[in-house]
């Protein structure tokens, strides 16, 4: 069956920043879309960025321009570059993948699409 295990996660200063990953094992497709969500406390899982097999990726608005979302050359592994990190970016971070479509859509951050997810990283920007 389909793992995700996320790594990468830690404590740092704001304007620092962080690299999480996670390897995806198991019965994987080609086709797919994998995402990063966070999870603060008290406040419900967010979408932070999605990415197609064809390397299409979305945003939240809250981290455009400051996080990146990646493949590796294995193609089943996903990466989450995080610079100027923001007190506010502390979290648990999760990766969540669906096989067999064509890539991410619109409603790439609805938490329903995703049939797998990792057991999280805690990241703390403080």
């Known amino acids: 069956h389909v793992q995700l295990v996320e790594s990468g996660g830690g404590s740092v200063q704001p304007g620092g920043s962080l690299r999480l990953s996670c390897a995806a094992s198991?019965?994987?497709?080609?086709?797919?879309?994998m995402a990063w969500f966070r999870q603060a406390p008290g406040k419900e899982r967010e979408g932070v960025a999605s990415i197609g097999n064809g390397g299409t990726t979305r945003y939240a608005d809250s981290v455009k321009g400051r996080i990146t979302i990646s493949k590796g050359n294995a193609l089943n592994t996903l990466y989450l570059q995080m610079n100027s990190l923001k007190p506010e970016d502390t979290a648990m971070y999760y990766c969540?993948?669906?096989?067999?479509?064509?890539?991410?859509?619109?409603?790439?951050?609805?938490?329903?699409?995703?049939?797998?997810w990792g057991q999280g990283t805690q990241v703390t920007v403080s």
């Open positions: 969540a993948a669906v096989f067999g479509v064509y890539g991410c859509s619109s409603d790439w951050a609805l938490l329903s699409k995703y049939p797998y």
């Open positions: 198991g019965y994987t497709y080609n086709r797919n879309c």
